[in-house]
T-cell receptor, first 110, second 113 residues
Framework: DAKTTQPNSMESNEEEPVHLPCNHSTISGTDYIHWYRQLPSQGPEYVIHGLTSNVNNRMASLAIAEDRKSSTLILHRATLRDAAVYYCIPGGNAGNMLTFGGGTRLMVKP | DVKVTQSSRYLVKRTGEKVFLECVQDMDHENMFWYRQDPGLGLRLIYFSYDVKMKEKGDIPEGYSVSREKKERFSLILESASTNQTSMYLC????????????FGPGTRLLVL
């Protein structure tokens, strides 16, 4: 499994954009990059995933570096409900299990 | 909307008791998973199942067993609960070939006294 490095915690103000970084320098050429988040007292929740191109969905955007050794999850306008632990998880599209590291705890201030 | 439910949010058991944790999903997913989550250790995979009556050991299966008699239900069994099994237990499901996109239940916080 590719090793990931994420900041332990980040702070943001409500209504402002948030950029959550992740380094995955040992990622293999076929590994996707997945992001999950875990709200307090809940199970993890899928956010987004991508391979090479930047991806957008209703929850977030994922920007992937050209060399794929890092990626950034972008929340365009943070709300208090976005306060959670965000996990970056490189992995294969089939057959590989998710390996959750420590993640980044995002705190959103009103 | 996809849904994974777990039988209890909180459970208190005594050492040596047999404990059943139930998980049900309504998405007709073939794959189901059991994890435990502990501070500083992240989520660790206990067991998973690719189909009815099939099971595979994850990273930490010792002290646990599982049962998958129906597609929608995956049970985790602690044969003789011990205090080091106090943890948050999370169930998840996914489509075949899409283990990376898992849908999680709300979790069961188990305390073994």
């Amino acid at each position: 499994d590719a090793k990931t490095t994420q900041p332990n915690s980040m702070e943001s103000n409500e209504e402002e954009p948030v950029h959550l970084p992740c380094n995955h320098s040992t990622i293999s050429g076929t590994d996707y990059i997945h992001w999950y988040r875990q709200l307090p007292s809940q199970g993890p929740e899928y956010v987004i995933h991508g391979l090479t191109s930047n991806v957008n969905n209703r929850m977030a955007s994922l920007a992937i570096a050209e060399d794929r050794k890092s990626s950034t999850l972008i929340l365009h306008r943070a709300t208090l409900r976005d306060a959670a632990v965000y996990y970056c998880i490189p992995g294969g599209n089939a057959g590989n299990m998710l390996t959750f590291g420590g993640g980044t705890r995002l705190m959103v201030k009103p | 909307d996809v849904k994974v439910t777990q039988s209890s949010r909180y459970l208190v058991k005594r050492t040596g008791e047999k404990v059943f944790l139930e998980c049900v999903q309504d998405m007709d997913h073939e794959n189901m998973f059991w994890y435990r989550q502990d501070p500083g250790l992240g989520l660790r995979l206990i067991y998973f199942s690719y189909d009815v009556k099939m099971k595979e050991k994850g990273d930490i299966p010792e002290g646990y067993s599982v049962s998958r008699e129906k597609k929608e239900r995956f049970s985790l069994i602690l044969e003789s609960a011990s205090t080091n099994q106090t943890s948050m237990y999370l169930c998840a499901s996914s489509l075949p070939g899409h283990q990376e996109t898992q849908y999680f239940g709300p979790g069961t916080r188990l305390l073994v006294l």
